[in-house]
């Protein structure tokens, strides 16, 4: 059954080879080609390398129709189906065989001698496969021989585990764990995170200069007489000015009259110019 199962593949093809006649073997040196009659080949053809499992076929069919007219099955290369010849490495012998068993032996010949490389090229491969795939086979068989192990469990077989002892203390409060949204744990704010604003009252005011401080006036010292130096440009280093009575003062009335008001506050006595 497995046989049928089998497809045949092609190995190679010529389309040129010749066919000989050969005496029979005078000797165990081996056949020479030398003793055929190479310019009156018997049979011309194409031939056809072809495998099914590990036996290969060397066919001889006809050019035209494609009809076969001899086959050389072959089970070892190399071996007694093929044989090459001791003066020549174009020219083999190839033992055929009929469907009835009965074989002979006949020589072929390339014209060129690389057709004959590929011939003799595409055997070895194809039993050097052969000779792979048996040892791979081999291999499986030596495994599957071999007495399996056994690791399930027996009927009413069990088996124990030591982890190992975990600890906790007791008594011991547990820590809360805070988290937020998401599962994440949110810390708290450190002490004293607060920021206090002071009052823009008490900010200062980075481009302001204090004025230095504006000397008394000769005027008597009064109130009056402050704001009219604030009014008046700085005192220049001259010669001083005469005295001036205190009936002649401009300003004696605004004196007397801001003297007058009981509940008026008194001003500061020094001012600052913003």
Not at 59 to 83: C, H
Request: proline share 9%.
């Amino acid at each position: 059954m497995a046989a049928e199962l089998e497809y045949e593949s092609v190995l190679c093809v010529k389309p040129d080879v010749s066919v000989y006649r050969i005496p029979p073997r005078a000797s165990n040196r081996g056949y020479r080609a030398s003793d055929w009659k190479l310019d009156q080949p018997d049979w011309t053809g194409r031939l056809r390398i072809t495998s099914k499992g590990k036996i290969a076929y060397i066919k001889l069919e006809d050019k035209v129709s494609g009809e076969l007219f001899a086959q050389a099955p072959v089970e070892q290369y190399p071996g007694i189906a093929v044989e090459t010849v001791t003066d020549s490495s174009r020219y083999f012998v190839i033992r055929i065989q009929d469907g009835t068993g009965r074989s002979a032996f006949i020589g072929i010949g390339f014209t060129d001698r690389g057709d004959a490389f590929d011939f003799n090229v595409s055997l070895q491969d194809h039993f050097k496969w052969v000779k792979q795939e048996t040892e791979i086979s081999k291999e499986s068989q030596e495994m599957d021989n071999r007495p399996k192990l056994d690791l399930g469990f027996k009927e009413g077989q069990t088996i124990k585990l030591s982890i190992g002892n975990i600890t906790t203390k007791k008594g011991g409060a547990s820590k809360p764990r805070a988290s937020g949204t998401g599962g994440l744990s949110l810390l708290p704010p450190p002490p004293g995170g607060k920021v206090t604003i002071p009052p823009p009252s008490s900010v200062a005011i980075s481009n302001h200069v204090t004025p230095p401080p504006i000397p008394k006036s000769n005027h008597g010292g009064n109130d009056a007489d402050i704001l009219l130096d604030l009014d008046s440009p700085a005192p220049v280093t001259t010669s001083a000015p005469a005295p001036v009575s205190t009936s002649s003062d401009l300003w004696g009335d605004f004196s007397t009259a801001s003297s007058s008001v009981p509940n008026q506050a008194p001003q500061p006595s020094n001012w600052v110019q913003f």
